[in-house]
């Protein structure tokens, strides 16, 4: 089965900064990754599909590259709104997989 | 827009069997395919399983063993069964057409 290794689990920063996450798989899933960002109490809200495809809605300050192994989602100037939690999903496998997510917390 | 609710019992005695069902509007079921996923309080997102329309299902090896998965094209409905549940498995279970929309989520708890 493929794991998702996603770092950091908790990233400290401050309004206006540029962050990176990054997301390993154990093998290659081609460009098949989701990021996702989740706020207490609701569910997961599709940032970017296909690794680097940014959703319709979503502030151009968020994206994402890679393709294989190695996957980033960069923030390019941090907005109080994007204080959250973010994962990355491998999906559209045979099964699908979480990273084990990313706490975005104020500085 | 394609719209995904979850409904089931929010209260689960220990060993017994969480049900819940996703209903979905919006969209045909009879096309791609339909997840369940779990949050347990606090902590991060676990893939439960897929199904096709088709019937075709996939489960997370981990839960395999007491997951069942089912589709109702008739209602637009699929369905999750977990037999022998504890603790471990109180959590806010999300449906969704993964990657693109997602239920609101509905918390279950396993409690005597």
């Known amino acids: 089965d493929i794991q998702m290794t996603q770092s950091p689990s908790t990233l400290s920063a401050s309004v206006g900064d540029r962050v990176t996450i990054t997301c390993r798989a154990s093998q290659s899933i081609s460009n098949w990754l989701a990021w996702y960002q989740q706020k207490p109490g609701k569910a997961p809200k599709l940032l970017i599909s296909k690794s680097s495809n940014l959703e319709i809605g979503v502030p151009s300050r968020f994206s994402g590259s890679g393709s294989g192994t190695e996957f980033t989602l960069t923030i390019s100037s941090l907005q109080p709104d994007d204080f959250a939690t973010y994962y990355c999903q491998h999906y559209n496998s045979y099964w699908d997989t979480f990273g084990q997510g990313t706490k975005l917390e104020i500085k | 827009q394609v719209q995904l609710q979850e409904s089931g019992p929010g209260l689960v005695k220990p060993s017994e069997t969480l049900s819940l069902t996703c209903t979905v509007s919006?969209?045909?079921?009879?096309?791609?395919?339909w997840s369940w996923i779990r949050q347990p309080p606090g902590k991060g997102l676990e893939w439960i399983g897929y199904i096709y329309y088709s019937g075709t299902t996939s489960y997370n090896p981990s839960l395999k063993s007491r997951v069942t998965i089912s589709v109702d094209t008739s209602k637009n409905q699929f369905s999750l069964k977990l037999n022998s549940v504890t603790s471990a498995d109180t959590a806010v279970y999300f449906c969704a057409k993964t990657p693109d929309y997602w239920g609101q989520g509905t918390l279950v708890t396993v409690s005597s």
């Open positions: 919006g969209d045909s079921i009879s096309s791609y395919y």
